[in-house]
């Protein structure tokens, strides 16, 4: 199984500013995948965080507003950019070896 | 119809008791199957995957019926530290891509 690290696991951040959310897979993994999980809602896939090329975005998300980075095969970072309150979840992002394994999320409140 | 749908319960049970969670996908051309354990304010945590042919682990037993769509998950003798939110998730492409149910709450009581 992978390791992954993600942090922050919580910030409180203001209307308008951004954060960036970092994962690091303890071994190299071809694909890499960030959640996004509301408030009593399920997980939904935001992008699949390609290395070497631009991340694959599913329906409703945009690169402006959720630019992801993945410089190598063992890390990725999400950005939340210019934050409303409707932005407040848990982020997650995942890797495949054999199986899907979770970051242990981050929490994002917007005031 | 949503892509996969759960009864989010909760589902308030005794210990030692017998529980079941049912979970119906909408798309036919669903590939993989998987049930995801959730612990409160935790990342989502492989429990198991689900097998045409059904498969068991100690306590837990995941069935799939491909012709119904539907999916169960079988707890025996429940233990408190089951508490938990259980998620169905269904796959549309060899990797990635997971659809994720909302979860059945989970409460096993002393």
């Known amino acids: 199984s992978a390791v992954i690290s993600q942090k922050p696991s919580r910030d409180i951040c203001q209307r308008g500013t951004s954060l960036t959310i970092q994962c690091q897979v303890d071994s190299q993994v071809t694909m890499m995948f960030w959640y996004r999980q509301q408030p009593g809602q399920s997980l939904t896939l935001i992008a699949t965080a390609n290395q070497g090329s631009e991340a694959t975005y599913e329906s409703g998300f945009v690169i402006d507003k959720f630019p992801i980075s993945r410089p190598n095969l063992t890390f990725s970072t999400l950005t939340v950019s210019n934050l409303s309150p409707e932005d407040s979840s848990i982020y997650l992002c995942s890797a495949t070896t054999e199986k899907l394994f979770f970051g242990s999320g981050t929490q994002l409140s917007v005031l | 119809r949503k892509e996969v749908e759960q009864d989010p319960g909760p589902f308030n049970v005794p210990e030692g008791a017998t529980v079941a969670f049912n979970c119906t996908y909408s798309?036919?051309?669903?590939?993989?199957f998987f049930w995801y354990r959730q612990d409160c304010r935790k990342e989502p945590k492989l429990l198991m995957s689900?097998?045409?042919s059904g498969n068991e682990d100690g306590r837990f037993t995941a069935q799939l019926n491909r012709a119904s769509q539907y999916i169960s998950l079988l707890i025996r003798d429940s233990k408190l530290s089951d508490s938990a939110t259980y998620l169905c998730v269904v796959t549309k492409r060899s990797q990635g891509n997971l659809i994720f149910g909302k979860g059945t709450k989970l409460s096993v009581k002393p």
């Open positions: 798309n036919s051309a669903s590939q993989s």
């Open positions: 689900v097998y045409s």
